[in-house]
């Protein structure tokens, strides 16, 4: 009997790797035999990298680069080989990098996801996919470009300094001084939105506030975006601001669709490919699978909506784990969740909570198993 069990991180609490160890632990229990097999997945935001990692056996890379703020922090990459590599751009330029009373949404900006992809290319990747999600940036990728040898020049000819706001002032893009290699480089970009660049529910408007945006910034960014949308039309020819994802990130993936004709696939898509989950699936009885909250939300792209679409098309019943359910989770049905449960037994503080989480993921696991397992054997009565 094989059982896949293929979750999210739970953000802030345990990695895709641990909450998948903590969910085996429990089914074990109560089927020690069964043939248990772990695809930690991850939708091309936060965890996207140790996820891939785990189950590619890739290398971690390191390298000091320069966060959202432009100061020094050491970020990872993960080189999977035969010229492969995965960037999380988070790793770089992530939200959670920076703390709340220092955001400055104007002046953030993408240029350390720039020094990673450079990194790669260095070590030979001519295949890179870049995980979009959990960015502290707003800046339309306009800080990779210029980490890549890009210049971003006014109508005087100057550079400009980094961060979204200045992008008012471009008038044009010079990638004279790029590494030759980058034209050369497959670009796969993976995202869990479908938000375009700019206007009511663009990176500016809807992502902007939690950066620290003001209305005002919001209307600053979201003009400046549209702006460098407009150069990048007049000079390369396409218009790409309104297709589904340019708004991840900031904007990140609008800048390496334009330059270097990156695709963009769903994040899940993407991890499941390099993962192995569809392999993994083949003769399945049960899976599992999970994140920290599960709500209607998480049928736009999220990993336990994905994995539950491709065991749906194998008729493999799906159990979801969360840290909580919230408004509208019954939706998650639709997609082919057999059966959803939150983890806490009771009433508990969110510190409880964090710190019992792998002890939960066990208990909820095992009961999850017992119960699925009465149900198959009452079937064949």
């Known amino acids: 009997m094989r059982i896949v069990i293929a979750p999210d991180s739970f953000k802030e609490c345990l990695s895709a790797v641990e909450v998948a160890e903590a969910i085996a632990s429990g089914v074990r229990q109560v089927l020690a035999q069964a043939d248990i097999v772990c695809v930690p997945m991850a939708d091309g935001g936060e965890g996207s990298l140790d996820a891939v990692l785990a189950a590619t056996q890739g290398q971690k890379k390191g390298l000091q680069v320069r966060n959202a703020n432009d100061q020094p922090c050491e970020a990872s990459w993960g080189w999977l080989g035969e010229g492969r590599a995965f960037i999380e751009m988070a790793a770089a330029a992530g939200l959670e990098q920076i703390a709340p009373s220092e955001r400055k949404p104007l002046q953030a900006s993408s240029y350390g996801v720039g020094q990673l992809i450079q990194e790669a290319v260095e070590a030979g990747a001519r295949h890179i996919v870049l995980g979009l999600g959990g960015s502290a940036t707003n800046d339309g990728g306009a800080g990779l470009l210029q980490a890549l ?206 710190a019992q989480a792998a002890e939960y993921l066990r208990q909820r696991a095992g009961d999850c198993t017992r119960a699925w397992l009465a149900g198959a054997n009452a079937s064949l009565r």
Do not use: W
């Not at 003001?214 to 600053?220: F, G, K, L, Q, T």
């Open 149 to 354: 040898g890009a210049r971003l020049l006014d109508a005087q000819g100057k550079d400009l300094p980094r961060g979204g706001a200045a992008l008012q002032q471009l008038d044009r893009i010079s990638l004279d001084n790029i590494d030759p290699r980058l034209h050369e480089v497959q670009f796969e970009i993976a995202v869990d939105v479908d938000n375009p660049l700019c206007g009511l529910r663009g990176a500016s408007a809807i992502f902007g506030p939690q950066k620290g945006a003001s209305p005002d910034d919001v209307a600053v960014l979201d003009a400046a975006l549209s702006h460098f949308a407009d150069v990048c039309a007049r000079q390369y020819g396409e218009d790409h601001r309104n297709i589904p994802g340019m708004g991840a990130a900031g904007g990140l993936g609008f800048a390496v669709k334009t330059c270097f004709k990156a695709s963009f696939r769903p994040g899940v898509e993407l991890v499941a490919e390099l993962s192995g989950l569809e392999a993994a699936l083949e003769g399945a009885s049960l899976v599992f699978t999970g994140e920290g909250r599960m709500d209607a939300q998480t049928l736009l792209g999220k990993t336990p909506a994905g994995v539950a679409r491709y065991a749906s098309r194998r008729d493999i019943p799906v159990i979801a784990l969360a840290g909580s359910l919230g408004d509208d989770y019954e939706a998650l049905y639709k997609v082919g969740i057999s059966a959803a449960f939150s983890l806490a037994p009771g009433p508990v503080s969110l510190e409880q909570a964090y």
